[in-house]
């Protein structure tokens, strides 16, 4: 595997994040922030087995750390879909939706 498809909520929460780190810590830090994730996205296309299984929240769920959030996607054939990324504070059964992806 070597790329990565986001959600519709996926690419939400990165806007959010982005927004929300733009009002916080500025434009520096949030730049930096985001290309941490986008290389966690791009680590898990590499080596999608790194993240944790979450068969409690659904057959085929990942997950992993990425600083303050949590990457949650699941492996397909030839690559890796990014269901969402949440706030490690956020409950994922209240937040995780299927979706079409695209």
Do not use: C, W
Not at 8 to 31: C, V, W
Not at 37 to 57: C, S, V
């Amino acid at each position: 595997m070597s790329k990565y498809l986001l959600s519709p909520n996926a690419r939400k929460s990165l806007y959010n994040i982005k927004s929300y780190s733009l009002e916080q810590f500025g434009k520096h830090q949030t730049r930096i922030y985001l290309q941490m994730i986008e290389g966690k996205f791009q680590r898990l296309a590499q080596k999608p087995d790194t993240g944790k299984k979450r068969e409690e929240i659904k057959k085929g769920y990942y997950s992993f750390l990425a600083g303050s959030h949590v990457i949650f996607y699941r492996k397909k054939h030839g690559h890796v879909e990014i269901i969402d990324i949440l706030h490690q504070s956020m409950e994922p059964k209240l937040h995780l939706f299927e979706e079409n992806y695209h």
